[in-house]
């Protein structure tokens, strides 16, 4: 079974540009979270989406969004980037029927903002 | 305010020995628990999950605790590796929460031969 993919792996962008990141999930899987990781803040909860619909929400600003298609696969979107978003994105996945939130991660989008 | 921590240096240990590794958390009412491990470039990979009704699990050489009194959950490694050498997270869910995990900064694990 083919794990959470994630594209790109890498992406170098310049302040005030916007980005997307794409997740795949592990088939079967429909719920889709993500998360950003900075060496000072660590792992920071994003959003997570189910069935296409956003059921939960990080404290970040409204610049950062996402979206689920109906096969599951997810998108997030920065707009107007800074360079404090410079970050490892990581995507996870949850199997169904599951109420205690084992994640399966992707390899991450290396983003780097200049 | 609320906060997770983890020993905040690397822990550094001979390979056979067992790797103690803790986690402490405050003004959190997790419902459980999870361990993941990180190398270098890559995605956490889930290890073990404890619940908060639960005082101890094992899979394997692992074998993870939870105090919900003292807010603390200590993961153990027994008869360390070299491949063993990660970092180690550990991360707080909470009923309602769905996939929510609050995550600690983790403990990097340095197993020498």
């Known amino acids: 079974k083919a794990g959470v993919t994630q594209t790109p792996r890498y992406l170098i962008k310049t302040r005030g540009q916007q980005v997307t990141l794409s997740c795949s999930p592990i088939?079967?899987?429909?719920?889709v979270s993500w998360y950003q990781q900075t060496p000072g803040q660590g792992l920071q909860f994003l959003f997570e989406y189910f069935s296409e619909t956003q059921r939960n929400k990080g404290n970040f600003p409204g610049r950062f969004s996402g979206r689920q298609f109906s096969n599951s696969r997810s998108e997030m979107n920065v707009s107007t980037l800074e360079l404090g978003d410079s970050a490892l994105y990581l995507c996870a996945s949850s199997p169904p029927g599951t109420s205690s939130g084992e994640l399966f991660f992707g390899e991450g989008s290396r983003l780097t903002v200049l | 305010s609320q906060k997770i921590e983890q020993n905040s240096e690397a822990l550094n240990i001979q390979e056979g020995k067992t790797a103690t590794l803790t986690c402490n958390y405050t003004n959190y009412s997790p419902a459980y628990l999870q361990w993941y491990r990180q190398d270098p470039g890559r995605g956490p990979v889930f290890l073990l999950l404890i619940r908060e009704n639960e005082k101890e699990k094992r899979k394997e050489r692992l074998k993870v605790t939870f105090d919900t009194t003292l807010k603390q959950s200590l993961f153990h490694i027994t008869a360390s590796q070299p491949a063993d050498s990660a970092t180690y997270l550990c991360?707080?869910?909470?009923?309602?929460?769905?996939?929510?995990?609050?995550f600690g900064a983790g403990t990097r694990l340095a197993v020498h031969p």
């Open positions: 991360a707080l869910g909470f009923s309602g929460g769905y996939n929510k995990l609050i």
């Open positions: 088939s079967g899987h429909r719920s």
